[in-house]
């Protein structure tokens, strides 16, 4: 602890803010870029949330910019807590050519053959190949990676929409952190919104169906009472397998693109 403290200037009684550095409500720790502090005006509480897919330490700072110097000593008391959650995270996998990324619950070798061309898979080889420009592989491997996730995630969608009688508006697939999918219910004519983490395309595909009957069955029981259990039972027979695979790996899913 002591090292640590050295390192945000934060020493015995008279501890001093430890240089940081202000984006809009974002501040980065210079002492260590790992720390950024996020300015949450209608948070209650100071909080620690580990970004896994970024490998950051999130702070929210409730209120003003002077709750900086209570989160900042919070931070200092949670260390060790923090330095268990960081080691505990998996191995990344960046977007480098020759590296291996998790896709449908498979590892494939991540190969750029030149700048020119249209990214492909080649299942029986297990590589996934996208052509880019110097320092342009991660950006489109991550924008491939979406659109067949996007794929996959709509044709699941439409499928269990329709067998429960029910339709879906919009389909969006993001960059989540804390959730693998969420769904807002229609109202009267109106279909619902579904919107999922583009990282479940790199889980195996029943973990990625078992997802969107999941939030289809949402379209009916906005909760997760024994009836919306009992509709996704007659779904799916994924539940209990789809359930016990992401509580075990789902950390794997955010270490996809992760950096070194």
Not at 175 to 203: E, F, H, M, N
Request: hydrophobic share 40%; net charge positive.
């Amino acid at each position: 602890m002591t090292g640590f403290l050295s390192k945000l200037n934060l020493q015995t009684a008279n501890r001093n803010i430890a240089p940081v550095s202000r984006q809009n409500t974002v501040w980065t720790d210079e002492s260590d870029p790992r720390i950024q502090y996020h300015l949450r005006p209608r948070a209650t509480r100071i909080s620690i949330k580990i970004d896994a897919a970024k490998r950051l330490v999130a702070v929210t700072v409730p209120g003003q910019e002077r709750q900086l110097k209570p989160a900042q000593r919070f931070v200092s008391k949670k260390w060790d807590w923090i330095q268990v959650q960081l080691e505990a995270l998996p191995s990344p996998q960046p977007f480098v050519d020759g590296g291996q990324i998790l896709f449908e619950g498979e590892h494939f070798e991540l190969i750029c053959p030149g700048p020119r061309g249209r990214p492909n898979i080649d299942f029986d080889s297990k590589q996934i190949h996208v052509p880019a420009a110097p320092d342009t592989l991660d950006g489109r491997t991550k924008r491939f990676l979406i659109r067949q996730a996007r794929q996959a995630l709509t044709a699941s969608t439409e499928f269990h929409a329709s067998a429960i009688g029910k339709k879906v508006d919009k389909i969006s697939v993001r960059d989540t952190s804390s959730r693998w999918g969420s769904c807002i219910k229609g109202r009267g004519l109106s279909g619902g919104k579904i919107s999922y983490s583009w990282r479940l395309v790199c889980a195996p595909p029943f973990v990625l169906d078992y997802v969107a009957a999941h939030e289809c069955a949402h379209l009916i029981e906005a909760n997760h009472s024994r009836k919306f259990w009992d509709l996704l039972d007659g779904m799916v027979d994924t539940v209990k397998p789809a359930k016990k695979w992401l509580n075990q790996n789902g950390a794997l899913l955010h270490a996809v693109g992760a950096p070194y």
